[in-house]
């Protein structure tokens, strides 16, 4: 059975840091690339930041948090990391956990992140 489950969210302050994390089983998780999604409330889910398979491929952010975030991947544990640094309130969505191949794509239930002060 596929699973993709994210941990980590929660409440930070404005300029504080989290790191997500998301452990997959059930999929070759290593031919896969990784990739975080989040959605606002009312809004619909955007792309965050992508890793392709390997570790070593590029990595793809989105503008808003370029210098801010990182995406890095464990394959050993099958596992992917996001790395979330000075928070800012637009932040604030559900982070969702994604791994791609050719036409199959999985998705996790999601972690909440708020950024409030």
């Known amino acids: 059975q596929v699973q993709l489950v994210e941990s980590g969210g929660g409440l930070a302050q404005p300029g504080e840091s989290l790191r997500l994390s998301c452990a997959a089983s059930g999929f070759a998780f290593r031919l896969y690339g990784v990739a975080w999604y989040r959605q606002r409330p009312g809004e619909q889910r955007e792309f965050v930041a992508s890793l392709h398979q390997g570790g070593n491929g590029p990595t793809n952010y989105t503008d808003s948090v370029k210098d801010r975030f990182t995406i890095s991947r464990d394959d050993a544990k099958s596992t992917v990391h996001l790395q979330m640094n000075n928070l800012k309130p637009e932040d604030t969505a559900v982070y969702y956990c994604?791994?791609?191949?050719?036409?199959?794509?999985?998705w996790g239930h999601g972690t909440q992140v708020t950024v409030s002060s």
């Open positions: 994604n791994a791609y191949a050719l036409s199959r794509k999985y």
